[in-house]
């Protein structure tokens, strides 16, 4: 059973940074694509980022320039450096991985955006 674990989240002023974490069991995170998403309340979980096991990269459109997401498979562990966070950044993030068609997540870290 996939095992995830977010880690990081917290209450940041606008145009502050937080670096979020993602830990998994075993090796799952350093040998499949992983994924960042996040659901504000009320609206749908909806994808961020993700990253590939040869390392490259996608983003959402809104985070682009601001997010970053990492991986370091020694540490079995993929983060997500956000820097210039703005209020419509607020919400639980979850990372995601799928392995042979099965779709697993964590339980979330709260982000909060606010002054």
């Keep these: 059973q996939v095992q995830l674990v977010e880690s990081g989240g917290g209450l940041v002023q606008p145009g502050g940074s937080l670096r979020l974490s993602c830990a998994g069991s075993e090796s799952i995170l350093s040998l499949n694509t992983v994924a960042w998403y996040r659901q504000a309340p009320g609206k ?3 994808f961020v980022a993700t990253i590939t096991t ?3 990269t996608n983003y959402r459109y809104s985070v682009k320039g ?3 997401i990492s991986r370091n498979n020694a540490k079995n562990t993929v983060y997500q450096q956000m820097n210039s966070l703005k209020p419509e950044d607020t919400a639980v993030y979850y990372c995601n991985v799928v392995v042979r068609g099965i779709s697993s997540w ?4 709260q982000v909060t955006v606010s002054s």
């Design 44 to 46: 749908q979980r909806e």
């Design 54 to 56: 040869g390392g490259n």
């Design 66 to 68: 601001r997010f970053t």
């Design 106 to 109: 964590g339980q979330g870290t």
